[in-house]
């Protein structure tokens, strides 16, 4: 069973950067999609980005121009780089494929002043 590590959360200011960072056990080239998804605080999970086997993206439009996702084979490795935080980017971020499978424990992320 495919499972996820998620890394690279943490404390940022208003207008700041982070790059989340998945590990996945097993090889991704053969997962065709990864998506990234964030939990706030006292909400469901929701889908934030998506990234095909051929390096198609797609995002939620609040995130759009602000975050990037992507991927490395090699590396077994999803990417979420993100910019311009606000407050409303604070939560709990998860990986997994599509369809998902078992859920990793997240990396926190906090935009606070």
């Known amino acids: 069973q495919v499972q996820f590590v998620e890394s690279g959360g943490g404390l940022v200011q208003p207008g700041g950067s982070l790059r989340l960072s998945c590990a996945v056990s097993?090889?991704?080239?053969?997962?065709?999609?990864l998506d990234w998804y964030r939990q706030a605080p006292g909400k469901q999970r929701g889908w934030v980005a998506r990234i095909h086997n051929d390096n198609r993206t797609y995002y939620l439009d609040s995130v759009k121009g602000r975050f990037t996702i992507s991927r490395d084979n090699a590396k077994n490795t999803v990417y979420l780089q993100m910019s311009s935080l606000t407050p409303r980017d604070t939560a709990i971020y998860y990986c997994?494929?599509?369809?998902?499978?078992?859920w990793g424990q997240g990396t926190q992320v906090t935009v606070s002043s």
């Open positions: 097993g090889s991704i080239f053969n997962i065709p999609i």
């Open positions: 997994n494929k599509f369809p998902p499978g078992s």
